[in-house]
């Protein structure tokens, strides 16, 4: 006999299928340069990415026309070889040229630029070209995405410290993430995939963290699309809804549960999902099987056909 009803098992794998051909219609290279990751392809040697890539992702709030704009003003002095101009030369080119971004004055900036000189050069005197190792819980009995973020706060709020002890402006502990303990620490958690996830597009640079402990980046797109697509009911931007949302996919895909970030972000992205029934757009759309706001209008047109 039929079943008369689906089975979590029947449901759970035609939701996988539905993410499965997302994936394969978004992650591709030609998406690219939609995403903040593809300034850091611009450059060659792995350290430079690292390095751009930091300066990418904890700059990324805002208009994403003024944060382009932004760090090529940034970047653009420093030439082919940004992460070696920047330990040369430290950052007198800039002085009273950079100007603002958003909550940073000139002079956060370059106090965290400063910072990140200084960090690197310590790390390079233990041999170490990456951060990677200052992402690491400073309590070691302690575990998870969130104690490692605070591992690097923490060890590089004291660089700053050491350069300057009023280093804490509003801008710049805007800018490295401290303050708010609730935080879903968007822009780490997007740099961590891009620095974790050997699968394209992702640089898989960072070798001591796995896959499976990376949380998703929150961003305006995943909080959206994980509410109209029933992963989580909880509508604010917190860590707590980043860790339902990784929760939910770490079940589909266990060692990788950000496989789909980049393909889910693209809908918003490319703008190919409205949040409401926009049929040019919902009825072509690799996840119109596990929409909710598809099902609902399907459900409507149903009983008015009925009727
Ligand atoms: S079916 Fe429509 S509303 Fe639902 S995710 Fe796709 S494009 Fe968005």
Redesign the pocket.
């Known amino acids: 006999m039929p079943p008369t009803h689906r089975s979590p098992v029947s449901t759970d794998k035609k939701l996988k299928n539905s993410f499965d051909t997302l994936y394969k219609t978004y992650t591709k290279p030609e998406f690219l340069d939609s995403d903040p990751l593809f300034l850091c392809y611009l450059y060659e040697s792995a350290e430079d990415r690292e390095f751009v890539g930091l300066l990418s992702a904890l700059f990324a709030y805002g208009n994403v026309t003024a944060i382009r704009g932004f760090l090529s003003r940034l970047l653009e002095p420093m030439g082919k070889r940004p992460k070696e101009y920047l330990l040369k030369h430290g950052t007198k080119i800039w002085t009273s040229k950079l100007g603002p971004y958003r909550f940073q004055k000139e002079k956060d900036i370059l106090l965290f630029l400063q910072g990140l000189r200084l960090s690197y050069l310590e790390l390079e005197k233990s041999g170490e070209s990456f951060l990677e190792s200052w992402f690491s819980p400073l309590d070691k009995n302690e575990f998870g995405l969130e104690k490692r973020i605070s591992g690097f706060q923490s060890r590089f709020s004291e660089v700053l410290g050491s350069l300057d002890p009023s280093w804490k402006s509003y801008g710049l502990g805007f800018l490295i993430g401290i303050g708010n303990p609730k935080s879903a620490h968007k822009r780490y958690c997007m740099f961590l995939r891009w620095m974790v996830r050997k699968e394209g597009p992702d640089l898989g640079l960072y070798k001591s963290i796995h896959s499976s402990e990376l949380l998703f980046p929150l961003d305006t797109h995943i909080n959206r699309?994980s509410n109209?697509?029933g992963i989580t009911e909880r509508r604010t931007s917190d860590f707590k809804k980043s860790r339902e949302v990784t929760d939910y996919f770490q079940k589909f895909y266990p060692e990788d549960p950000l496989r789909m970030d980049f393909a889910l972000c693209r809908?918003g992205i490319l703008r190919?999902?409205?949040?409401?029934?926009?049929k040019e757009?919902?009825e072509s759309?690799d996840?119109?099987d596990v929409?909710k706001?598809?099902g609902s209008k399907r459900r409507k047109v149903g009983t008015a056909t009925e009727n």
């Open positions: 699309l109209i697509l809908l190919k999902c409205k949040s409401a029934y926009v757009l919902c759309c996840l119109k929409c706001i598809y």
